[in-house]
């Protein structure tokens, strides 16, 4: 769904109905940062914080960011610190407060499941972020965008809150990498043994399934079979890229996993992109599933993240048959395919995406690349051409990239305004199925709630 799309609010929603709740633990610095800056009128982060294990970690960052009353108009936020590989110790502590006051706000008052999602793509973030949310209990880790093969180990050792690291991907690499983080020199130590959440990898391919579930270091609880209709990122289709007379990329037969191999693997899993109708949970459930993964449906749900006027003007757009969902072969600055939302003011529109400044202060889907034996830079193709050419990029790979860093936030309200004015103009995303979406709109005109989605799905 996008960044803080999935919020705590509808984790907590769905949870309370018996099944799995999951917030975006997509770039939480960035939004608990913000919406202290914002003033957290109703307190419900600075609940959540008071409850962190560490209370002078949390002091820390409350007093970095917090403003009572909030931001004066006009006047930008703070910036909360880049994801690097060599990580200071204020950005590891407003890791580990924002995930854990994410997952805490939605478990907290009910007895329901939490699980977080994350991307393989961000592993600057992974350590400190499975942390903070282990802390607060988390229930499960989602992951996907890649291969995320480290984890199921990351997350035994981050329960008995031991020293860890991943391998971090770096181009042109001469040598390894590694992100990691040290919970008993972060937090001092002393506390007690935290649950290890179960592990569900979110993948596209049966081959990859098969792969992780050779060894016991690589093999998941489960998996999400998740196909190209899914909103956000998507796997690239198979072979050569192809797009059509609209500029989409063509997917076909190959990019669909063969489930009946996934079912051999002998471990349970749900299928995601596109089912999102009663039909769709009862097929997948006849093909082995335990169940389905639902985002499009939740995205427009009364206590999802997303803006009032733009789940509005998605709603109209559906009520109406004319919202387009279009998946952009050079969004994304990771060069996967990322479905966008066509509406009115938004980075969709060609003219809205060229008033944009182009630059890169967010920077989560920065990627390191080696600048000489031992020494890591970053770079993004969404950054100005200029910049990024001069660290090694490409032209081609800057053309048509957006900003998804500013587009995202902004859809909840947290985007950036700028000491010239500028506000960042946001970027939504759906799914391309809109089926269950239109129907359960027929049953409900004004919009429905998370618990009206669920009612929906399981009948």
């Not at 984890?151 to 990351?154: G, R, V």
């Given at each position: 769904?996008?960044?803080?799309v999935?919020?705590?609010?509808l984790a ?5 109905t018996?099944?799995l709740?999951?917030?975006s633990?997509?770039?939480l610095?960035i939004?608990?940062a ?19 294990p ?6 820390h ?21 880049k ?52 802390l ?11 291969i995320?093969?480290e984890?199921?180990?990351?997350l ?7 020293a ?76 050569r890229?192809v ?6 990329p063509?997917f ?8 009946a191999?996934?079912a ?6 749900w ?6 109708t ?43 048959g ?9 969004a ?9 939302a ?12 060229a ?7 967010i920077?989560?889907l ?7 034996p031992?020494?890591?830079?970053y ?7 200029h ?32 000491k ?22 027929a ?5 429905w709630t998370a ?9």
């Open positions: 769904m996008g960044v803080a999935s919020s705590w609010q907590s929603a769905v949870a309370q018996g099944q709740g999951v917030v633990g997509t770039a610095d939004v608990i913000r919406r202290l800056q914002d003033g957290d009128l109703d307190g419900d982060v600075r609940r959540a914080i008071a409850h962190f560490v209370p002078s970690i949390a002091k960052v409350l007093d970095r960011y917090f403003l009572p009353g909030g931001r004066a108009p006009g006047q930008p936020y703070v910036p909360a610190p994801l690097s590989i060599d990580p200071t110790v204020k950005a590891d502590e407003l890791s580990l407060v924002a995930n854990f006051a994410e997952v805490w706000l939605a478990k907290e008052g009910h007895d329901g499941l939490i699980g977080i999602n994350f991307l393989e793509k961000v592993q600057m973030a992974t350590p400190s972020a499975a942390y903070g949310a282990m607060a209990g988390v229930d499960y880790v989602l992951m996907g965008a890649g995320p093969k984890i199921p180990a990351l035994d050792q981050l329960a008995a809150h031991e860890c690291s991943i391998s971090l991907k770096v181009d042109g690499a001469t040598e390894e990498y590694t992100i990691g983080i040290d919970p008993v020199a972060l937090t001092g130590g002393g506390l007690p043994p935290l649950k290890r959440p179960m592990f569900l990898a979110i993948i596209s391919a049966h081959v990859l399934a098969a792969h992780l579930a050779r060894e016991d270091y690589t093999r998941p609880d489960g998996f999400v079979v998740e196909g190209p209709r899914a909103g956000g990122h998507n796997a690239p289709p198979r072979g890229l797009l059509d007379d609209d500029g989409q063509v076909g037969p190959r990019d669909d996993a063969d489930l191999k996934v051999e693997v002998g471990l349970p899993f299928l995601a992109g596109g089912y999102c009663p039909e769709h949970v009862t097929q997948a459930q006849s093909v082995g599933a335990a169940g389905v993964q639902v985002g499009t449906l939740f995205a427009l749900s009364a206590e999802s993240g997303l803006q009032d006027v733009l789940r509005e003007q998605l709603l109209s757009g559906l009520a109406s004319s919202l387009e969902v279009r998946t952009d072969a050079l994304s600055p990771t060069g996967f395919p990322f479905k966008v066509t509406l009115p003011a938004t980075i969709s529109q060609p003219e809205t995406y008033e944009r400044p182009r630059l890169c202060d920077g989560h920065r990627v390191p690349y080696e600048r000489s031992g020494t890591v830079g770079r993004c193709p969404s950054e100005p051409v910049m990024f050419l001069k660290k090694g990029g490409s032209l081609e790979a800057t053309v048509g990239r957006k900003c998804l860093c500013n587009g995202l936030t902004s859809n909840v309200g947290l985007g950036q305004t700028r010239d004015g500028y506000s960042e103009a946001p970027l939504v995303t759906l799914g391309v199925d809109l089926e269950g979406p239109a129907k359960l709109l049953s409900y005109p004004n919009g618990a009206q989605a669920v009612g929906y799905l399981v009948g």
